[in-house]
């Protein structure tokens, strides 16, 4: 009787595992790791993760790079402030004010304190706000970008593979300055109509065709870097990249508008750009003062463009850092009057006018929120539970995960969802819809594999994902004919894969 009961349990252990899926399989190896570190960083290095849909180029790049391009430069740097400067290079020196970045090859201090004040490694939050630190980086390193863009492009694409991304949405002020300087050119005008009109007979049409050319070299040259297409390429080539033009809404009005035209007519002309996003502190006194007009200019160009997709930064603020009143209106402006279909970081949703209201209006309309975890914490001091995420997830709110500036913050998207599990004791199938949920809300064109309310894949592809077999002919129809199924594919394929180990 013993032996025959002792079979029975046998037998139900054998078939409960049987009756587990390599989904659950590989949710109850992550919850036997959850506080076991290493184990789970390991865990969340292979995961696939979908898209990183809220990463600036010039911040996504380690500093790292920088020196060696502004090496390659030949560009000098400031001891004193470790800015790069347009100037004469002394010699090397330690005494010297203005070296070489050559220089900083073979002496250590310069070059820890280039690192160091690149990016926020070793910053001192007693001697200055990581908010203060963070922006200042950008003109300290911006000029090392110069004739490297397609070199950031390369760095981003592998990095994104290395951390099991399919697909990045980069954003990027990609018309070097020339829109802002037609703004100026022509000057404002109140009737956006006529401004818009003006603007597109002025030499709008020749910035699109600059833009388009410089994307194609820099796509050429991330060919280059990678070795796509040959025998030693890098994973990185596999990923799929498109491009956010990014407005700096801190500059003149006239300005502001030009490049949100911009913005709007590049989503026209180039499929590589999927639309745009306003960026520069929120806090600054233009993107406060004019946060109503800028606005009301998306809204009356949106008009002209109504297959054009909009992400807006939008509450990137805390408590003390603007007054209250700044806080109260941004995120509903910006899904109500300028349309945003996803919204950057949001972090101060709490303080806005009707919050539940808001939350349930973004969740009935399927409005996305970057999440930038690492990024809140290092600039805005909000962290665990004074961070919003569990009020979106709690609400129904879709989100997605995202590094923002990976390079100046020293990190990736895998800390960013080992952050998420750690932090917010999230699930390994929370952390998979989130990552659903980036390409769902991808701006890429096209029919969705995906049902982000039910978490699982529909339509012709479903069972193939499911069985780990090729694409049927209907399931191969519905990837030809749209992006982002096929980029959905690549990343379920890849969860397929990644849940046999377990």
Not at 267 to 280: E, S, Y
């Amino acid at each position: 009787m013993r032996v025959l009961r002792l079979a029975t349990m046998l037998l139900a252990l054998a078939a409960l595992a049987v009756a587990q899926s390599p989904e659950e399989k590989a949710a109850k190896y992550m919850e036997s790791i959850r506080h076991q570190p290493g184990l789970l960083l390991a865990f969340l290095q292979e995961m696939p993760k979908g898209g990183d849909l809220h990463i600036h180029l010039s911040g996504a790049v380690y500093a790292e790079n920088m020196i060696d391009w502004a090496s390659e430069n030949a560009q000098c740097v400031d001891r004193s402030t470790s800015k790069l400067i347009r100037a004469a290079c002394d010699s090397c020196e330690p005494y010297k004010p203005k070296p070489s970045v050559r220089c900083a090859y073979q002496d250590h201090i310069l070059y820890n304190q280039l690192v160091d004040a690149w990016s926020m490694r070793n910053w001192h939050k007693e001697e200055e706000s990581g908010h203060d630190h963070f922006f200042a980086t950008f003109d300290k390193f911006g000029p090392a970008l110069d004739k490297h863009t397609g070199d950031a492009i390369a760095e981003v694409a592998a990095r994104a593979a290395a951390n099991h991304l399919q697909y990045v949405e980069i954003m990027n002020t990609a018309d070097g300055g020339q829109g802002a300087i037609l703004g100026t050119k022509l000057g404002w005008d109140d009737d956006f109509t006529k401004f818009r009109e003006k603007l597109l007979a002025g030499g709008m049409s020749d910035i699109v065709t600059f833009v388009r050319e410089q994307t194609d070299e820099n796509e050429a040259r991330r060919k280059e870097v990678l070795r796509c297409g040959t025998p030693q390429a890098d994973a990185g080539c596999n990923v799929t990249v498109r491009y956010l033009y990014q407005v700096l809404r801190g500059l003149p009005r006239e300005q502001v508008f030009t490049q949100i035209l911009l913005g709007f007519e590049l989503t026209k002309a180039d499929p590589r750009f999927v639309g745009f996003n306003l960026v520069m502190p929120e806090d600054y006194y233009v993107p406060m003062h004019d946060f109503d007009l800028h606005m009301r200019i998306i809204e009356a160009l949106h008009k002209f463009y109504s297959a054009a997709h909009v992400a807006l930064h939008a509450d990137e603020l805390a408590t003390g850092l603007v007054p209250p009143e700044g806080m109260r209106f941004h995120i509903r402006e910006s899904v109500e009057r300028a349309g945003a279909e996803r919204i950057g970081h949001g972090v101060a949703v709490m303080s806005e006018r009707d919050p539940i209201g808001l939350l349930k209006e973004m969740s009935q309309k399927k409005v996305l929120v970057e999440i930038c975890l690492t990024s809140n914490d290092t600039i805005l001091g909000i962290s665990g539970d004074q961070h919003p995420l569990p009020i979106y997830l709690k609400y129904g709110v879709p989100v997605a995960l995202a590094t923002d500036d990976q390079g100046v913050a020293r990190s990736d998207i895998t800390h960013e969802y080992l952050r998420a599990a750690e932090t917010y004791n999230l699930s390994y199938a929370e952390l998979k819809r989130m990552a659903r949920a980036s390409l769902e809300h991808s701006f890429l064109p096209g029919d969705s594999l995906s049902n982000y309310a039910t978490n699982k894949n529909v339509g012709p592809c479903e069972t193939g994902l499911r069985n780990s077999k090729p694409p049927s002919s209907a399931c191969q129809a519905s990837l030809d004919h749209s992006e982002r199924a096929r980029v959905q594919w690549e990343m379920e394929r890849a969860f397929t894969e990644f849940e046999k180990n377990f």
